[in-house]
């Protein structure tokens, strides 16, 4: 959630009493909000499927909103513009969205994103920075997604896993594939 003073996000509320009371850092604008829950994984969960109609792969809940640095490798790109973005061979994964709609690169941005950046409204992005993202691929269906690398110029896509899993069990340790000046020491 973002401040209406200054538009930076706030940090976590303080809760009393069942009212949130968010203090925006910047300019100390405080926002209330009565009667605050908090939500398991769970209940996130339930309703984020029960409101784009998509199911979340299972053990998904174990990694959102997990901070990396990760990198996982791709496939060799063929097309300019993808070898441009994608080059390398690999993508480095800073924050896999969270699941909570009031924090910063939530799931529940998804939807918005997409339109923003002109991407297919299937996919589920679980991390990027608008020119490029890792993302869960509902195109062929509505429970068990790939997972792509998309760049947004020319929306060449590059398969990373057949599902979510496989793209767990391929994440790589950044220091294991980039020494410290960031030069790819992983052949």
């Not at 809760?15 to 209330?32: F, K, L, M, P």
């Not at 998509?54 to 063929?78: E, I, M, Q, T, Y």
């Not at 300019?80 to 080059?87: I, L, S």
């Not at 480095?92 to 918005?112: M, V, Y």
Request: proline letters at 6%.
């Amino acid at each position: 959630m973002k401040c209406k003073e200054s538009s930076v996000d706030f940090p976590k509320p303080d809760i009393i009493d069942g009212t949130a009371y968010y203090v925006c850092a910047s300019c100390g604008y405080v926002h209330e909000v009565e009667n605050y829950r908090t939500y398991t994984p769970e209940e996130r969960i339930a309703e984020f499927e029960y409101q784009h109609g998509l199911k979340l792969p299972d053990g998904f809940s174990d990694f959102a909103g997990l901070s990396g640095p990760w990198v996982v490798r791709l496939p060799p790109a063929d097309a300019e513009t993808a070898k441009y973005y994608f080059g390398e061979g690999f993508y480095e994964i800073e924050r896999i969205a969270g699941l909570d709609p009031d924090t910063f690169q939530s799931i529940f941005d998804s939807s918005s994103l997409t339109v923003e950046w002109g991407l297919p409204k299937e996919l589920l992005l679980l991390e990027g920075d608008g020119h490029t993202w890792i993302a869960l691929d509902y195109r062929n269906t509505t429970a068990e997604p790939t997972v792509i690398a998309i760049e947004t110029r020319e929306y060449t896509w590059l398969p990373v896993a057949r599902n979510f899993q496989d793209f767990v069990l391929a994440l790589l340790p950044y220091e294991s594939v980039y020494d410290a000046d960031g030069n790819v020491t992983l052949k």
